[in-house]
Antibody, heavy 122, light 107 residues
Framework: EVQLVESGGGLVQPGGSLRLSCTASGFTFSSYWMNWIRQAPGKGLEWVANINPDGSEQNYVDSVKGRFTVSRDNAKNSLFLQMNSLRAEDTAIYYC???????????????WGQGSLVSVSS | AIQMTQSPSSLSAFVGDRVTITCRASQDIRSDLGWYQQKPGKAPKLLIYSASNLQSGVPSRFGGSGSGTHFTLTISSLQPEDFATYYCLQDYNYPYTFGQGTKLESK
């Protein structure tokens, strides 16, 4: 059974940093593009970033470029999102999600974690 | 960034109704579009990929069509469990972008 479990969320002050983790099981983690997608309270979905299977390519939405870094450790079946210089508008539930098709870079995702809440407030 | 515009933003319908949700892209995205269903407090669930392909395990009453800039999600006969919010997503190019969502409510 495919499982994705996020951790690391919490309350942080503006300008602070937080690192989210996503631990994967039930599939060959090193074969899939992985994505971070967020949802502000009561709002819609926003794709944030993705990373290719070997970790050599990352892509980001403009609003987080230069502040967020996505990485992975295939030996530990883990995905990470390092978030620096956090702003109030980064407050959201952050989901990790697996791309639908092995190896291919697609934003269409068929497995999601339960989400991790990040709150940025003073 | 490619803008995805869904219509309507909200919709009221009866069980048994045929429902159609539209998603328009600000530029040609071929068939690089997915549809998701989200219920309150839950992660989204993939329904359709590549504009018209039904994801495994999704009931056949869900259908997708379109290419280029105009796409539709159709529910042929609405069931009680279908009341939820629906999102389209383009993955033609970066950044991937979602529509603003369509909330489907019971009339």
């Amino acid at each position: 059974e495919v499982q994705l479990v996020e951790s690391g969320g919490g309350l942080v002050q503006p300008g602070g940093s937080l690192r989210l983790s996503c631990t994967a099981s039930g599939f060959t983690f090193s074969s899939y593009w992985m994505n971070w997608i967020r949802q502000a309270p009561g709002k819609g979905l926003e794709w944030v970033a993705n990373i290719n299977p070997d970790g050599s390519e990352q892509n980001y939405v403009d609003s987080v470029k230069g502040r967020f870094t996505v990485s992975r450790d295939n030996a530990k079946n883990s995905l990470f999102l390092q978030m620096n210089s956090l702003r109030a508008e980064d407050t959201a539930i952050y989901y990790c999600a697996r791309s639908l098709i092995v190896v291919v870079p697609t934003g269409v995702t068929n497995f999601w974690g339960q989400g991790s809440l990040v709150s940025v407030s003073s | 960034a490619i803008q995805m515009t869904q219509s309507p933003s909200s919709l009221s319908a009866f069980v048994g109704d045929r429902v159609t949700i539209t998603c328009r892209a600000s530029q040609d995205i071929r068939s690089d579009l997915g549809w998701y269903q989200q219920k309150p407090g839950k992660a989204p669930k993939l329904l359709i990929y590549s504009a018209s392909n039904l994801q495994s395990g999704v009931p056949s009453r869900f259908g997708g069509s379109g290419s280029g800039t105009h796409f539709t999600l159709t529910i042929s006969s609405l069931q009680p469990e279908d009341f939820a919010t629906y999102y389209c997503l383009q993955d033609y190019n970066y950044p991937y972008t979602f529509g603003q969502g369509t909330k489907l409510e019971s009339k």
